[in-house]
């Protein structure tokens, strides 16, 4: 039986992204996503809860994040869960959950307008590149 790994989120940038390279030169992008669920409880009242999602990007795609997205703007990310550990600087053994984006595409308006010569598409093939490294824990920058 096939199993299947994938996550759609539609979000707003928590914070500008960040491009760094693995010792062997390959590009990678870490954004934060935030995501918001409402509702009614009980009483009537409105609840809301604000979800936080990292965000990987590998290869040209890094790039091209770098250049267009940046704080606030709204995204739809298409990717799958990846779960990381590693051991801190103290030795304390840590754990991540990220999403591997494959598929990235600008959504809204960043300030009201579209950015002068942000494309209007989808950022990437809706594939992962060819060139995209197998990596292990050691090559990842944070």
Request: one cysteine or more; glycine letters at 10%.
């Given at each position: ?16 992204p960040?491009?760094r ?15 918001n669920?409402q ?23 890094a ?36 999403i ?8 809204g308006?960043?300030d ?17 590149e ?13």
């Amino acid at each position: 039986m096939a199993s299947v790994n994938k996550v759609i989120l539609i979000g707003n940038l928590g914070r500008d992204p960040e491009i760094r390279f693995t010792p062997g030169g390959a590009q990678v992008c870490n954004f934060t996503l935030a995501t918001n669920e409402q509702w009614k409880d009980k009483s009537g009242q409105r609840q809301e809860r604000t979800e936080w999602h990292r965000i990987v990007v590998w290869g040209k795609q890094a790039e091209i994040c770098k250049e267009y997205l940046a704080k606030g703007r709204q995204v739809y990310v298409e990717g799958s869960l990846q779960t990381r550990e590693w051991n801190d600087r103290d030795g304390n053994k840590r754990t991540t959950t990220e999403i591997r984006a494959i598929r990235i595409q600008l959504l809204g308006r960043a300030d009201g307008a579209r950015a002068e010569g942000a494309p209007a598409g989808p950022i990437g093939s809706g594939a992962p590149e060819e060139t995209d490294p197998e990596y292990t824990d050691d090559d990842v920058p944070f």
